[in-house]
């Protein structure tokens, strides 16, 4: 089975931005925003760029280029059409992970930290400069190594700015000289106590360096002696930008609580004195200078303006409020629970351009959502179950809102009854016979705490974290009569069952970090755990669709197991949205995804028979036939790339489980091919049987399967 991108929408994530002119470049896990700022008022999306991989929240620019890092590559953006910004070429990181970039001006460079080492606080880390002079062929000139984990770099007064950190030794912020960007030099550092403060940002101004200092504020220093020389401590500061003859420095308020801007006069700056405040903003964490205005990075866009330091005033805001948590389909339209968005109506007759309609404001938070009869019902924190009516889904309309005593944690609609999971309310239950007036008949007092249900004609199937403490169970309820309900079983599972699906006498529960627990429920009285399917992350929702079950697995997107045989339901696909993947639907061969920070609409291809080749994707990135197959000793496994880059090749056994990995390096572009001897990681043999081989790279993933003859 194959999956290919089709579309995406609600794209959402905002964190670090960056200002060139009257454009702002924002980061988000898919990619790229860019917002026309020429109007500050009215901020204006004028364009996205889909870029594979997860881009979370290191950006930088120069005049002519936009510098993407994610954990494994970094990607060079050409933005001489400011508005219209075109993926140029990709620079791979060796090592652990990239964890910051800043552009270097006069050269088309970029400084991107990288860490070789994954303990916190205890890493080692160095600094690569990547020459894009052609943005197409990124080339690394240079670098300089790091004192300890880099958290952040920051290009200040023609000098690199590092954000370093070590277990005991603390943390302190190096200045370099990048005069030669091939040969970074230190000219400087200042160094500080852990855990008294954590530096966060910095910048040189006026012949002083201002240190964001997180809870110890901001920290001024001589760039002669290289101490500190005057401090500001009423914010937990997390970032700072030197303008004119005063600082601006955002964070939150020491004793108020609030976001803000404090401008501060650094005259003397042995004695910041605040001149200026900017309060009740949401969650700035960056602040960048241009002109009269100051570009705040976070949840939102905030543009402030500061033609008038004492008095700044928020001129502008731009937000994607949307966090696709759940979502329902009837017909070509999906019902979004977007978080702070409501319900976003989208429509997916299109998958290619799955185009959003309208939305339904709400009082607070969307969370699940379920689907009855043109009806969605929402649940909502502090706000109970909202009942929209989406018959007409360019005019959604809410019937009314139900009371609930908490906040609703799994939802289900069928044969007439909606089933509300209500953490240690229990379970609710409502007759559905007038869907925009649901009567409750029954409710049934768990001993833990009640998250996912499903049900089918004669029972209800509940995830509960049971009364015992750090035990979780599977409870099996019956209707006694029309509005009594009771337990006929339980089994005990060994996580927490997030998401609840039912079929042919097997419960499928999403368990959080033990993957999906397989238990059998043809006895009702005496459920047992029969397997279980391992999984690459939290498995947080299920869907069971025709003979398919599909995982929502967060970080590590999207599993498919076929049911055929449903004592060993055997993973037939998966792929790695951009996103974190956490509900999913399935019509036909479109599955649309609640990716959190977008909506992801995917195209799902399925194969029948080992010796059926693998359709192809598109000719620069293919997964060809194993030969031979079947295989006693050995196979070949060949795969095209259309561009250089890391590829990753594991073989999986037939319940989902890892068996070895057979690449894991970086690639030319072209064709290659690896062999796999039928064996473990360890070293011993496989039994025969049915294996899956999956091949990662750029952003993409496709999966074919083989078989092992001994």
């Not at 270097?104 to 916190?120: F, H, K, Q, Y």
Request: charged content about 15%; overall charge negative.
């Amino acid at each position: 089975m194959e999956f290919a991108y089709s579309g995406s929408t609600l794209w959402a994530g905002l964190n670090e931005i960056s200002v060139q002119g009257d454009y702002v470049y924002c980061v988000v896990p898919y990619g790229l925003l860019v917002l026309d700022v020429s109007d500050p008022a009215a901020p204006v999306l004028t364009d996205r760029l889909l870029l594979p991989g997860q881009f979370w929240d290191h950006i930088a620019s120069s005049d002519q280029l936009v510098f993407l890092l994610s954990e494994r590559i970094l990607q060079v953006i050409d933005i001489s059409s400011p508005s219209n910004p075109v993926a140029a070429g990709v620079y791979y990181i060796w090592g652990t992970a990239g964890t910051s970039v800043a552009a270097v001006p006069g050269c088309s460079c970029a400084a991107v930290a990288i860490s070789t080492s994954v303990l916190e606080y205890d890493c080692n880390a160095y600094v690569q400069v990547v020459n894009a002079t052609d943005p197409w062929l990124p080339v690394p000139i240079g670098g300089i190594s790091g004192w300890g984990c880099i958290e952040r770099l920051t290009l200040s007064s023609g000098y690199l700015l590092t954000s370093e950190s070590a277990s005991p030794d603390g943390s302190w912020m190096r200045v370099l000289s990048i005069a030669n960007p091939a040969i970074p030099e230190q000219v400087g550092i200042y160094s500080t106590d852990f855990p008294s403060g954590f530096v966060s940002n910095g910048d040189l101004f006026g012949g002083h360096l201002y240190v964001a200092y997180g809870m110890a504020g901001l920290i001024v220093v001589d760039t002669v002696s290289w101490d500190s020389v005057g401090a500001y401590d009423s914010l937990f500061a997390s970032d700072v930008q030197g303008f004119g003859d005063d600082v601006f420095v955002v964070g939150s308020g020491q004793t108020s609580n609030t976001n803000q801007m404090v401008v501060l006069s650094v005259a003397d700056p042995r004695n910041p004195v605040p001149i200026g405040l900017l309060d009740s903003l949401t969650g700035p964490r960056t602040i960048q200078i241009v002109g009269s205005r100051a570009y705040l990075g976070g949840e939102r866009v905030q543009i402030a303006d500061i033609t008038e330091p004492t008095a700044p005033v928020l001129a502008g805001v731009y937000e994607a409020p949307w966090k696709s948590r759940a979502l329902v389909r009837d017909g070509d339209v999906v019902a979004v629970a977007a978080d702070a968005g409501g319900l976003q109506l989208v429509d997916v007759s299109d998958p290619s351009n799955p185009a959003p309609l309208t939305a339904v404001e709400m009082d607070s938070l969307a969370g699940s959502a379920v689907l009855w009869n043109h009806h969605v019902y929402v649940s909502v924190w502090d706000a109970g179950l909202y009942v929209v009516d989406i018959s007409d889904p360019s005019q959604p309309l809410v019937d009314t809102v139900i009371a609930l005593p908490t906040l609703a944690q799994g939802l289900w609609a069928a044969f007439g009854r909606l089933y509300v999971a209500l953490g240690y309310h229990g379970l609710y239950v409502f007759d559905l016979t007038a869907p925009n007036r649901p009567t409750q008949v029954s409710h049934w007092d768990s001993p833990g705490y009640a998250r996912g249900v499903a049900a089918d004609a004669e029972y209800i199937y509940l995830g509960d974290r049971g009364g015992v403490p750090s035990e979780f169970d599977l409870r099996i309820l019956e209707w006694s009569d029309s509005s009594t309900i009771s337990e006929v079983g339980n089994v005990v599972v060994p996580g927490y069952p997030m998401d609840v699906g039912v079929y042919n006498g097997k419960a499928y529960l999403a368990c959080y970090n033990d993957g999906v627990q397989v238990v059998d429920v043809t006895v009702p009285s005496t459920p047992f755990i029969s397997g279980s399917l391992p999984a690459p992350d939290w498995s947080v929702g299920v869907l069971i669709s025709g003979e398919y079950l599909l995982v929502a697995q967060y970080r590590a997107g999207i599993q498919v197991f076929q049911l055929s045989d449903t004592a060993t339901p055997v993973l037939v696909g998966a792929y790695d949205t951009p996103g974190l993947a956490v509900d999913l639907s399935r019509d036909g061969s479109d599955v649309v995804v609640a990716d959190y920070y977008g909506l992801l609409t995917l195209k799902m291809s399925v194969l029948t028979g080992v010796d059926e080749p693998t359709p192809s994707l598109p000719e620069v990135f293919s997964l060809g036939d194993n030969f031979p197959n079947p295989f006693n000793a050995g196979t070949m496994i060949h795969f095209t790339l259309g561009l250089p880059g890391v590829a990753n090749l594991k073989v999986y056994n037939a319940l989902g489980q890892l068996v070895t990995v057979l690449a894991d390096d970086s690639f030319p572009a072209g064709q290659h091919e690896v062999q796999w001897d039928g064996r473990f990681a360890d070293g011993h043999e496989a039994p025969s049987g049915v294996y899956f081989y999956r091949l990662f790279a750029d952003g993409r993933s496709v999966t074919a399967k083989m078989l092992l003859l001994r």
